[in-house]
């Protein structure tokens, strides 16, 4: 048994399927080049059946991330495993992961079909994907509510097949640590091939246990961890990358494994992962809450003042959390930019960069200093302008104690029209949003709007983040600017964007689900 465990990413396919999470092919790609930074061994980098904007997505990550092994995900029916392999065919280590559920509750009521025809799919899916590809996961969805024999079986075949990783999902995030070890540990009795390939861990957090469940998967020899930068994923979401690569660091002398990740990357790719999906890092998360360093208490601050291991187990820089003292000025340049960003892992040039070096000229005469952390908000600001949405041209908004305030707007539609619109809302922000609906003719329905600061001080850059549901789809929209208001209306034009987008992909789902009943639309 190796003492190397394999940081299987899957921010891009799990993370991206939590709702509200509609994350453009430019910020899929800037994601996955970060996730190579961070020395992921394997990123998951979608479900290339589910829409031919997720294939897309799939398909130029593979073509242009270099390191990890790029997978896509692919349910045990030949048409998505063709797919699958279509789209990781251009990268250096192409990987097709396919699934069917072994639970009764699943076969009887979801898939309607027997065990005899599960095991059947398996044997095919497995052989299929192989035909295509070297590198083949299969995963059991549902395994720990399944019977632990039959899953066995189908184990076995899909080793016999030439499966080169298996996976063990907690799909329902339903398993307890030693249970979870327990039903690994049977089936290495039942399944002795299964010490020839790599036995992987995919493990929920409905009740808070992921991480642990992860863990306790690795102790009974599991080498391969599947998991989501800050912990993102379907309902509770997934096991926290940056939570168990630090338990493994943190503990190393006494766990006795490694992986190969860049730890001083973790905050960084944090906080694009937050910007660019909404999703908000809660204050005291481990590991990359803000106040995962911060110590309140006089008794602490005066620990940490005389020794930081009073009061420390980790250092703050080991997850980079010192990157921040590069700081430009009104007076720099191009050149100093294009150069700050490369420090920051982001090469931009040409026109992205004339407009990152004019939003920054319009940010650094407002602020005095640009710090990283302002860059990387206005970079990852500038990754969201997509072909078919909606711009907006300009607002007024006249906002009193007085009178109800008033707002205008005017925005060019995905097809290059003009369109603008006004009203009166409750609040300055209530007015510009519907404004914003009145002149797209659009019923959105605003179901989270938060506003925070990118950094410290009064002429902070301001970060507003909207999600909003159009005709039962939502979708999320983010914005930067030192203006709040302005954030606020960038963020709602960008949601409303997204969602309009999702409508247009649910509908294509919708008609190749026609074509098979059989097939669910998501896993
Ligand atoms: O949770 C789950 O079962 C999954 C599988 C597709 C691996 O995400
Ligand atoms: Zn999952």
Known sequence: MNDRVIIFDTTLRDGEQSPGISLNPGEKLEIAHQLARLGVDVIEAGFPAASPGDFEAVRTIAREVHGPVIAGLARAHAADIERAADAVREAERPRVHTFISTSDIHIEHQLQSTREDVKGSARAAVAHARSLVDDVEFSPMDATRADVEFTAEVLQIAID???????????????MPEEYARFLGRLYELVPALRDVVLSVHCHDDLGLAVANSFAGVQAGARQVECAINGIGERAGNASLEEIVMLLETRKADIGLSTGIATREIARTSRMISRLTGYAVQPNKAIVGRNAFAHESGIHQDGVLKERSTYEIMDATTIGLDANSLVLGKHSGRHALRSALLELGFEVDGQALNTAFKRFKEIADKKKQVSAMDLEALVTDELRDELRAYTLEWFDVEASSRRPPHATVQLTTPDGETVRGDFTGDGPVDAIFRAINSATRREARLREFRIDSVTGGP?????????????????????VSTDIIEAAALAYVRALSNAERRVAAAADVAETDNADPQLTPTP
Not at 165 to 174: C, E, K, M, Q, S
């Open 459 to 479: 002429d902070a850059l301001g970060e507003a983040s909207v999600v909003l549901e159009v005709a039962g789809q939502s979708a999320g929209g983010q914005g």
């Open 161 to 175: 097949e030439g499966a080169t990783t298996i996976n063990i999902p907690d799909t329902v995030g339903y398993a």
